[in-house]
């Protein structure tokens, strides 16, 4: 059966029949320094939108090392090791990178910035999208369960 995203590796795969609920490239110092890439396309779906198909096979671990007991944990596949996604342990929502979590180069683009800070030096982007120095104004957290 074909999902409108999927993505997951040879033993882990995630899929989703929704859009997602926020698309950004993200700027924050934790995406930089999970990812090693100066900037991350992050897409939030709410939490049951995103499904996956074998979670006994992901190890977790904290997604952000100075924040230990935070929400988010990444999630990794126990026998190859690649990320599957991002679980959050209140239900709200689950987060994938699409670059780096196996889906396809056809994914949306990112609609604006987020954590955008101009004392780090990066220059401000300037393709047109909104910046922002958090998620969106707008951004509402779904509720857990």
């Given at each position: ?38 900037t ?24 952000n ?54 004392a ?26």
């Amino acid at each position: 059966m074909s999902h409108s995203f999927s993505g997951g590796c040879d033993h882990v795969h995630t899929h989703a029949d929704h859009d997602p609920i926020d698309n950004h490239t993200c700027h924050c110092s934790v995406c930089k320094s999970v990812t090693g890439q100066p900037t991350t396309h992050v897409a939030f779906f709410r939490h049951d939108d995103l499904e996956v198909d074998h979670p006994e096979k992901l190890n977790r671990q904290p997604f952000n090392a100075n924040n230990p007991d935070g929400p988010l944990e990444l999630c990794t596949c126990a026998d190859c090791g690649t990320p599957i996604m991002l679980d959050d342990k209140q239900n709200r929502i689950r987060v994938i990178v699409p670059n780096l979590m196996g889906y396809d180069p056809s994914f949306p683009d990112t609609t604006y910035h987020a954590f955008y800070d101009p004392a780090t030096g990066v220059p401000r982007p300037d393709d047109g999208k909104p910046v922002h120095e958090a998620l969106r104004p707008d951004f509402v957290w779904p509720q857990g369960h």
